[in-house]
């Protein structure tokens, strides 16, 4: 089993920065992909970036590239979100999730996390003046 713990949302102007982290905890001497999902009001559930722990192939959405990037620190266990240049539209709960290898970070951001097996609480980002 893994659990998913997210932090690190808040509310922000736009053009302001944030960085979510994703703690796993639980069975992490695997790899796994492990992807940051969004969901507004109203909206269906978007992917946003995903990772393999493993040898650490990323994908980023077009719908943030340039300003989103994903990390992690295996040391612990921790991936990360770092969103800078924030609009309006980028306001969500977001959330991390991770699926067993074999995996497709790809496929795991564009279905918007269909099939991945564990997911954090969440957490809340608003952007607003």
């Known amino acids: 089993q893994l659990q998913l713990v997210e932090s690190g949302g808040a509310s922000v102007q736009p053009g302001g920065s944030l960085t979510l982290s994703c703690a796993a905890s639980?069975?992490?001497?695997?790899?796994?992909?492990v992807g940051w999902f969004r969901q507004a009001p109203g909206k269906e559930r978007e992917g946003v970036a995903g990772?393999?722990?493993?040898?650490?192939?990323?994908f980023v959405s077009d719908a943030v590239k340039g300003r989103f990037a994903i990390s992690q620190d295996n040391a612990k266990n921790t991936v990360y979100l770092q969103m800078n240049s924030l609009k309006p539209e980028d306001t969500a709960m977001y959330y991390c999730?991770?699926?067993?290898?074999?995996?497709?970070?790809?496929?795991?951001?564009?279905?918007?996390?269909?099939?991945?097996?564990?997911w954090g609480q969440g957490t809340q980002v608003t952007v607003s003046s």
């Open positions: 999730a991770a699926d067993h290898t074999p995996c497709s970070v790809l496929r795991g951001v564009i279905s918007g996390g269909d099939g991945y097996n564990y």
């Open positions: 639980g069975y992490t001497s695997s790899a796994y992909c």
């Open positions: 990772v393999l722990t493993g040898d650490r192939t990323t």
